[in-house]
């Protein structure tokens, strides 16, 4: 009535909406959608408002040309419940998660902080070098890569978040752990019926999901009191906390020293903003750092050596570019030294996340006030997804979308070089697999050298094929939760590389 134009809505059902319509993979059913009604719909999602972007265009509006408008989150009900309501993923948009933010940017996430993880990611790649290895001369040649990355993937966060002298935390080993931490992401990653549709609250009681969550929400919570205790016991017991500004190679804090530090020294001055970051902060932040890092870590390697495997001339290309760099030396050892040179293997890391990005539909937004987007009107607390997946697939935007070619990076005439050195993502609204702007991903810098190092001692060390008398190509079909991996379990052959 007022001349506001409304995104145009699809058909729904009653009371459901739009909800049934989404399926298993609901980043497929919107592309399909968004193929009939355009880059910018009104979905209802249940009794959420939702609107769905589809577009280069529209995903620049909301995390760029208006990003504080569609800066906050919803709430989401498992997060409440596993992250204590605190966390900052899922935070509205306000003081609170301004903190957090503050924090992890400057402290947990900074260049400096990655870097001293250095020997941390080394450690874990020697270590899963040699679990391939073992893993293949016991298994016949065929190894378990969805064990061998989860297990270098949670290696680094946890040695990253909680410090590396005991990796069991209490747990009888790590093995436990990555079970525990599993299930954790698992249920992270369920929406429940009662956010879309009250009425049908009762069947996350039915179905066992609420007690699920309420016990899982407790044993994560004992781990990481323990850890926070076993830390501020260690601190008390060297006199002094270490001194926040340690320079260089000396300040091997892990994340939880580094809160407690940010802890003490706001308790010294009153806190930012007037919010302190107490004892829960801490357990939220280093909760949500794990369940952010690993899942979606892990996700895109095995995405990537998926596609590789695939795509044999491509996959031998990176090796050859990681074997010359490194050399053959007998006891030759893959560093971040070598980074730098590898920019084949940059382009399949790039390649992977526009076809695979690990969540395709990003983390869902809220506006905080009444918006326009591509001229449409949507009101203030209208949730948005954008479809991260379907924009890296938009025959619009891009050649033969929907292949896996490695030269769409390339700078013209000279297949050396990636076009931009570093994985300027946000610069290109074509492709956003860490969304972008106020809430885009603070954990890239710690993703990509972690990344980076995994393919290239996977590629280096080992030449990989699919197991004798099964399918010649990889089955690529998609499995959702917390994020978007491949359904089949990557079972490949490793032979060692010899010189
Ligand atoms: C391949 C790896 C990763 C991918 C694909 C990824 C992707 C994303 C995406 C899509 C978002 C939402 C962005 C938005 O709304 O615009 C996000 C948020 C976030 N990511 Fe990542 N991420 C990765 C790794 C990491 C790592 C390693 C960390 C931390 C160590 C991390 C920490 C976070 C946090 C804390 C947020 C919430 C930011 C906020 O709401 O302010 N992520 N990530």
């Not at 968004?34 to 972007?53: E, N, Q, S, Y």
């Not at 996430?109 to 293949?136: I, K, P, Y």
């Not at 990355?149 to 080993?173: M, P, V």
């Not at 972690?450 to 699919?466: G, P």
Request: proline share 5%.
């Amino acid at each position: 009535r007022d001349g506001r134009r409304l995104p145009p809505s699809p058909p729904g059902l009653p009371l459901l909406g739009h909800l049934p319509l989404l399926g298993p993979l609901p980043h497929r059913a919107l592309r399909a959608m968004a193929a009939t009604h355009g880059p910018v719909m009104l979905l209802r999602l249940g009794r959420v408002p939702t609107v769905v972007v589809s577009s280069a265009a529209a995903a620049q509006e909301v995390m760029k040309t208006r990003d504080l408008a569609f800066a906050s989150r919803p709430r989401v009900r498992m997060a409440e419940r596993l992250l204590y309501g605190r966390d900052m993923a899922f935070a509205p948009y306000g003081e609170r998660w301004r903190q957090a933010r503050r924090v992890a940017v400057l402290h947990l996430l900074s260049h400096r902080r990655v870097l001293s993880f250095r020997r941390v990611r080394e450690q874990e790649a020697a270590a899963m070098v040699d679990r391939v290895r073992r893993g293949a001369s016991s298994g016949g040649g065929a190894v378990n890569l969805n064990a061998v990355l989860i297990s270098y993937t949670n290696g680094i966060i946890s040695r990253a978040a909680f410090g590396g002298d005991d990796r069991s935390f209490g747990l009888d080993g790590g093995e436990k752990l990555a079970k525990v931490f599993a299930e954790f992401e698992e249920l992270l990653g369920t929406v429940t019926m009662g956010e879309f549709v009250p009425w049908l609250g009762w069947v996350d009681t039915l179905t066992g999901l609420d007690a699920r969550t309420a016990r899982m929400a407790e044993e994560m919570d004992a781990l990481v009191e323990r850890v926070v205790a076993d830390h501020r016991r260690r601190r008390r017991r060297r006199g002094v906390r270490r001194e926040a500004d340690a320079e260089g190679d000396d300040d091997h804090r892990d994340f939880v020293d580094v809160l407690l530090d940010v802890n003490e020294a706001e308790e010294q001055t009153g806190g930012g903003g007037g919010v302190l970051f107490d004892d829960v902060a801490i357990k939220a932040m280093v909760l949500v750092m794990f369940a952010a890092a690993t899942d979606t870590t892990y996700t895109a390697l095995v995405w990537a050596m998926a596609e590789l495997v695939n795509h044999t001339h491509e996959m031998r290309r990176v090796q050859d570019e990681v074997r010359s760099a490194v050399g053959d030396g007998d006891h030759a050892v893959v560093t971040e030294d070598h980074i730098d040179e590898l920019r084949y293997l940059k382009c399949v890391i790039k390649e992977t996340l526009r076809l695979h990005a690990p969540l395709p539909l990003l983390l869902p937004r809220e506006t905080t006030e009444d918006a326009e987007l591509l001229g449409y009107h949507v009101p203030a607390r209208t949730r948005v997804i954008v479809n991260a997946w379907a924009i890296a697939r938009d025959p619009a935007a891009w050649e033969r979308p929907e292949e896996f070619v490695l030269e769409r990076w390339f700078a013209a005439g000279d297949d050396r070089k990636t076009g931009d050195d570093d994985y300027m993502f946000a610069q290109d609204f074509r492709l956003v697999p860490f969304g972008a702007g106020r809430r885009g991903c603070p954990g890239v810098g710690f993703a990509l050298p972690s990344m980076e190092l995994a393919l290239a001692n996977l590629l280096y060390h080992f030449d990989w094929e699919l197991p004798a008398g099964g399918a010649s190509k990889l089955d690529m079909d998609e499995l959702n939760g917390l994020s978007v991996r491949l359904k089949a379990t990557l079972n490949l052959v490793a032979k060692q590389w010899s010189r």
